[in-house]
């Protein structure tokens, strides 16, 4: 037995209460199943005034149909207004006056069964099943059985969304990591376990806390593969928050999990094994732990001109391409100084002639240059530089260059 509500509310939520077979046929329109409520309210009259007062209290305005099939049932939600309730075997009368369009034949059929004088579902269950095949199709004969009442099919119900989350309020506050990481393994492990029993894993763990102020304090992971490695997890936590402790003392904890397909690697057979990618990041974390936020991660390249201008940016998030170097034009590689290294020069009619700095000098048997570049000058730290490429009496090539600071030595080539 099936129930039908067609109109204007929180009609989902309604049908909810009642079953947990809820298809959202249409907009406005809400199929679900009400078989076994015999043994709650009795007959389908008495579940009928329960759904109905359901209604009144909620403020919803919708017409109401119950039936022995979900299509009979919609049907007459669709084209009766109040409470219908269709007998057994009798749906092809009760529904025999209702227009052809409540049915929703595509613009195709429907002109057809204009054509012919069929308006109504007592007309159209009247025609012959074989001539109805024939001339219109398996959709014909489809609306034909919704026209006579006699469709069967299961309903379609809502899928609700995958959510992994959980909560823990604490009997009294903590504002030591080591208790919390005990707290943290339990919501973990929790969470973990019931991803592995739908076969999935996750990339992002997000952490809320609510501190004793009254305030709140998030943190989210993010992992470079899925992955159900709770150890990694809770390691990952704590290093995280170590380097972000909450303000205050927690008193209530909140954690979610985002549903992702678990990722497979193949290796080659000749190809040497890569470490693993959860194991690497924890222990990017760990060397971050140590050296500070900002100080572990990938090199990108600035859009500018300045020479060596660069950010250092998190594992996996690098936004530019990286530049295709042709093997032909690979002639020599700079090695630099980091930081450049401060030198003394003397010139020769204006061009170096001694450079010296710490471990390094000589006299300048060649050199080309200078290059003149300089830019952002409309910023509080413009750069203005002069650069040589030098060969000393050592026998070692080096970048030279001269600004407003002085005179330093950049590099070295290989």
């Not at 026209?147 to 119900?157: D, F, H, Q, V």
């Not at 999935?200 to 305030?215: G, H, P, S």
């Not at 943190?219 to 997890?233: C, H, I, S």
Request: aromatic letters at 6%; a negative charge; hydrophobic letters at 45%.
């Amino acid at each position: 037995m099936y129930a039908c509500l067609h109109g204007r509310g929180d009609l989902i939520g309604i049908a909810r209460e009642f079953s947990p077979t809820v298809e959202a046929t249409a907009p406005g329109t809400v199929a679900f199943d009400v078989a076994g409520l015999d043994r709650l309210f009795g007959l389908p009259q008495e579940i009928a005034a329960a759904i109905a007062a359901r209604l009144r209290e909620t403020g919803a305005k919708a017409s109401l149909a119950i039936a022995d099939n979900p299509d009979a049932a919609i049907c007459a939600a669709r084209g009766c207004p109040g409470v219908s309730i269709i007998p057994h075997g009798d749906e092809g009368k009760f529904l025999a006056a209702l227009p052809v369009t409540l049915l929703d034949p595509t613009p195709e059929l429907l002109e057809t069964l204009e054509r012919w004088g069929i308006r109504r579902l007592h007309e159209l269950g009247a025609l012959p099943p074989l001539g109805i095949a024939e001339r219109l199709g398996p959709e014909g004969l489809r609306l034909r059985e919704l026209a006579r009442g006699e469709a069967e099919r299961k309903l379609r119900p809502i899928e609700d969304p995958l959510l992994f989350e959980d909560a823990l309020e604490l009997e009294y506050p903590v504002d030591l990591l080591e208790p919390l990481a005990f707290v943290l393994a339990r919501l973990i492990n929790g969470l973990a376990m019931r991803l592995a029993t739908r076969a999935l894993a996750t990339n992002q763990v997000d952490l809320r806390l609510r501190l004793e102020d009254r305030t709140t304090h998030e943190r989210t992971l993010r992992l470079p593969v899925p992955t159900l490695d709770t150890k990694a997890f809770l390691k990952l936590m704590q290093l995280d928050l170590e380097a972000h402790p909450p303000a205050a003392p927690v008193v209530h904890l909140w954690m979610a999990m985002n549903p992702v397909k678990p990722q497979s690697a193949q290796s080659g057979l000749f190809i040497p094994a890569a470490p693993e990618p959860v194991k690497l990041e924890l222990t990017v974390a760990r060397i971050q732990a140590l050296v500070g936020e900002g100080r572990v991660g990938v090199p990108e390249l600035l859009d500018t001109h300045r020479p060596d201008a660069f950010r250092i940016v998190g594992m996996g998030r690098t936004t530019s391409a990286p530049a295709s170097i042709e093997a032909h034009h690979t002639r020599l590689a700079l090695r630099r100084f980091r930081p450049p290294l401060p030198a003394r020069v003397a010139l020769a009619s204006g061009q170096p002639g001694f450079v010296a700095a710490e471990g390094i000098h000589g006299k300048v048997m060649d050199y080309a240059g200078p290059w003149r570049t300089s830019g952002d000058w409309w910023t509080t730290d413009p750069w203005q530089h002069d650069e040589w490429d030098i060969a000393l009496s050592d026998g070692t090539l080096y970048r030279l260059y001269c600004g407003p600071q002085g005179w330093y030595l950049e590099g070295s080539y290989d």
